[in-house]
């Protein structure tokens, strides 16, 4: 499968422990986004890396959260101190540097904080 | 004001249908718009983009009207294969990063 890749798939976590889920982007796409989604709406824009630089971040990104793709390949999300608000499904998507808009979506990381 | 709306929906049509869904979009700056299609608990995927001459892919029909800021979709002879949340979406150019604004989606039920 050559599409983008997250893991893990689903993550339950107590309310105040970290999580860190990973994206593996399409091979050779140079840009990188996160998105969170809740239930009934559409994913919400988070960030955005090209190559290794992280150069947009919402205002959605509260300073408990940190994202990193230190190789240009794979990204990292890292959320400090879950909260109940947290719980979302963690979108990933890529596309190659040029012309074009279409992004690639990953399957999700589902995370629950009880 | 959300800056991309769409109809609430729920839309129950038959097989066989048509069916048409809207949208409105708020920044008049938005370069790029797209139509993508969630299945339950599933990422987004790519449906058509939108281009402001119109354009048909088999079936489905996406229109552009940038004066009116307004998208949308239409969908003939419904399959049941077609029941999933459509979400419209368009790209700003946001400082350095073409992000993706999503509409809240429009769910479709095509029932036999």
């Known amino acids: 499968d050559t599409g983008v890749s997250q893991d893990p798939r689903h993550k339950i976590t107590k309310r105040g422990q970290n999580v860190t889920f990973r994206c593996d982007p399409i091979?050779?796409?140079?840009?990188l986004y996160w998105y969170r989604q809740t239930l009934g709406q559409g994913p919400e824009f988070l960030t955005y890396f090209q190559n290794e630089a992280q150069l947009e971040k919402s205002r959605l990104l509260s300073d408990r959260f940190s994202a990193e793709r230190p190789k240009g390949s794979f990204s990292t999300l890292e959320i400090q101190r879950t909260e109940q608000g947290d719980s979302a499904m963690y979108l990933c998507?890529?596309?190659?540097?040029?012309?074009?808009?279409?992004?690639?979506f990953g399957p999700g990381t589902r995370l629950t904080v009880t | 004001r959300k800056e991309v709306e769409q109809d609430p929906g729920p839309f129950n049509v038959p097989e066989g249908a048509t069916v048409a869904f809207n949208c409105t979009y708020s920044n008049s700056a938005s370069q790029s718009f797209f139509w993508y299609r969630q299945d339950c608990r599933k990422e987004p995927k790519l449906l058509m983009s939108?281009?402001?001459s119109g354009n048909e892919d088999g079936r489905f029909t996406a229109q552009l009207n940038r004066a009116s800021q307004y998208i949308s979709l239409l969908i003939r002879d419904s399959k049941l294969s077609d029941s999933a949340t459509y979400l419209c979406v368009v790209n700003i150019l946001s400082g350095s990063a073409r992000q993706l604004t999503f509409g809240s989606g429009t769910q479709l039920t095509v029932l036999p």
């Open positions: 091979s050779e796409h140079n840009r």
């Open positions: 939108v281009y402001s």
């Open positions: 998507a890529s596309n190659p540097t040029g012309n074009t808009d279409e992004q690639y």
